[in-house]
């Protein structure tokens, strides 16, 4: 009788910077579960997200293709992803797998899992507190429970949306962190916030009326991780209870971090700094990887896939633009490549190149923070990336983009396919038709509006679950009530 498969459950998390989880070195106590979790298998403490957000980024972790084989780049997606690559629950349901997807029903990047399970994953000030993590597992446990007594090997895809804007975390973690007055007078840090008119009002539709502090909402952030946390042991023990541990492959990786104070681009994700692009990624699997080893080396979403696919035992034929990570773990490679293309299609459109120490950004088109059209940083010397050394550095500037050119037209013959960078003139997914010809332009037509509309927006304008959803509904039709009076 041949040996059953090891299933596969892989936590993916939305927005979660590894820099503020406390097995990353953070001086905030957010993850103790996650971080005994990684205790017990490898985690990596160099991965990133090279292709921001959240549409591309899983396209890379779900395929093990770069955006060149994907040719996904953003995050409003304009049809399917191509069926030039398979994905992860493709190949697994070939080889017996019964796929199920949490939370990620209709995006691009999630195709082919058998069932897809939706929870209430968004919510308003009103409806505070948001208990997102523990809605999902309100789903999650029965199927677990369900896919424990089949004769099939599984894979369950979770993904977890507590760390992603509105951070309305329930008691006690919305105040885990924070004991002062978030609307004290004497504070002025929301000031710039509120004077960014595309995110003014969503921010403000669930942050505390009148505040004033913004180290409120960054530890509303850290309160929702340390509570999603706690709500991920919960899995974790009724993994355990359900005798599925030594079978079972863990991983947890984020899809990308999350700008909070930093570069002007508030509680949210985009740009390419490195607040952006640094994930976490651990996994745990009992008798084939060793339990508290930390590896240094770089790697990204692009090599998860290779990395699972062995693991498990699964061949394929698939030739990955990722590499399998177990050399690294063994100590046979250091590291995976050390430069790469970093992309951005959120609210930005933006390219560059990473290397150890330096970092090129590009605009492909004027960006309403109105911030110059190249940036360089030393990220040795400045890792919070606050000094822009383009107009100091000329030399490096044109070295790194020799590097990031040449790199591109490598790619475009590989896979006889444009950069998606250049073609995706529509990313944004408004009205405004073809790149934004100035940052005025930018500024006064990308509007997120409030907690309702953003879910619309990440969603593709396809129907969004609960009461947010419901409201959004409500608003439509009292503005064509109003047109329709005038």
């Known amino acids: ?71 996904v780049v953003a995050l409003r997606h304009k049809g399917g992803l191509t069926k030039k690559v398979s994905t992860l629950p493709e190949m697994l349901k070939k080889e017996g797998y019964e796929t199920i997807c949490v939370g990620f029903t209709g995006n691009p990047s999630s195709r082919g899992f058998d069932t897809y399970l939706n929870y209430s994953s968004w919510g308003s000030y009103d409806e505070r507190p948001l208990r997102k993590a523990e809605f999902l597992n309100d789903v999650t446990l ?52 509120k004077a960014f008119k595309p995110f003014r009002d969503f921010h403000l539709s669930w942050m505390p009326p009148g505040i004033t502090d913004a180290d409120h909402v960054t530890a509303q952030y850290d309160g929702a991780v340390a509570y999603m946390d706690a709500c991920i042991q919960r899995v974790l023990t009724r993994v355990d209870e359900l005798g599925l541990r030594d079978d079972t492959l863990v991983v947890l990786n ?21 607040c952006t692009l640094k994930v976490p990624l651990m996994m745990r699997l009992p008798g084939k990887l060793p339990e508290g080893k930390r590896v240094s080396g770089y790697n990204q979403h692009k090599d998860l896939v290779p990395t699972v696919l062995d693991l498990l035992g699964v061949k394929t034929k698939t030739k990955f633009d990722g590499k399998n990570l177990l050399p690294m773990v063994r100590g046979t490679r250091l590291t995976n490549e050390s430069e790469f293309y970093i992309t951005e299609c959120t609210w930005m459109r933006k390219h560059g190149w990473r290397t150890p120490e330096w970092k090129l950004i590009v605009a492909l088109e004027p960006d309403f923070h109105f911030k110059p059209e190249v940036e360089l940083y030393n990220l040795i010397q400045d890792p919070g990336e606050t000094k822009n050394l383009a107009d100091k550095e000329p030399d490096m500037v044109e070295l790194l983009r020799g590097r990031m050119n040449a790199w591109i037209e490598k790619r475009k013959k590989e896979t006889g ?36 509309q953003a879910a619309k927006l990440q969603s593709g304008n396809k129907s ?16 064509k009530t109003r047109r329709a009076k005038k």
């Open 254 to 274: 984020g899809d990308h971090g999350e700008t909070l104070d930093e570069h002007d681009c508030y509680f949210d994700h985009h740009g390419i700094y490195e």
């Open 417 to 452: 396919n444009p950069n998606p960078m250049e073609t995706n003139v529509n990313w944004h997914g408004k009205d405004y038709d073809g790149a934004f010809k100035s940052s005025e332009d930018a500024y006064n037509n990308m509007y997120i509006g409030s907690a309702s």
């Open 142 to 193: 029965p199927e677990l429970e369900r896919l424990a007594s089949s004769d099939k090997p599984f894979c369950l895809f979770l993904r977890h949306m507590d760390p992603h804007a509105p951070y309305l975390p329930p008691a006690p973690y919305d105040t885990m962190f924070y004991s002062k007055d978030p609307c004290d007078p004497s504070k002025t840090s929301m000031e710039p916030v």
């Open 464 to 479: 969004v679950k609960g009461t947010v959803a419901k409201k959004a509904k409500k608003t439509k039709k009292a503005k």
């Open 1 to 71: 009788m041949a040996k059953r498969k090891k299933n596969l459950i892989l936590f993916a998390v939305d927005s979660l910077w590894s820099d503020h989880m406390s097995c990353y070195g953070y001086d905030r106590l957010t993850t103790p579960n996650v971080d005994k979790f990684a205790s017990e298998g490898v985690l990596f403490e160099n991965t990133f997200s090279p292709h921001i957000p959240t549409t591309p980024a899983y396209a890379s972790m779900l395929t093990g293709m770069d955006c060149f084989s994907t040719e």
